[in-house]
């Protein structure tokens, strides 16, 4: 046997590692972050929160105020659970009532 063959034989295998790779951003289960009408806030204060929370554009905050002004919700976005968890928190502290759950 020559001494390369003989000294792989030799070598002990390595096991492949099973560390779990975190998922990929695009991969991340989507969640819905909703709007829920009130009637403490006022309509601009809602248009504004939303305009200044989000990327969505003034015209489509307001599309989305009177959403849920008449049917007592609306899908705000969609996004990974962490953002959501955020948005939640960034609209209470403007009085305004979010949920999320899964998409």
Do not use: C, W
């Amino acid at each position: 046997m020559s001494a390369a063959k003989q000294q792989a034989e030799t070598k002990p295998k390595q096991k492949p590692k099973d560390k779990p790779t975190p998922p990929k951003a695009g991969k991340l289960p989507p969640y819905k972050v909703l709007l829920h009408n009130d009637d403490h806030n006022a309509m601009d204060h809602v248009v504004e929160s939303i305009f200044a929370l989000t990327p969505l554009k003034e015209y489509e905050a307001i599309r989305k105020m009177y959403e849920a002004h008449q049917r007592g919700l609306t899908l705000l976005l969609t996004t990974h659970k962490e953002r959501a968890e955020l948005y939640r928190d960034q609209f209470k502290s403007k009085g305004l009532t979010v949920t999320i759950e899964p998409a």
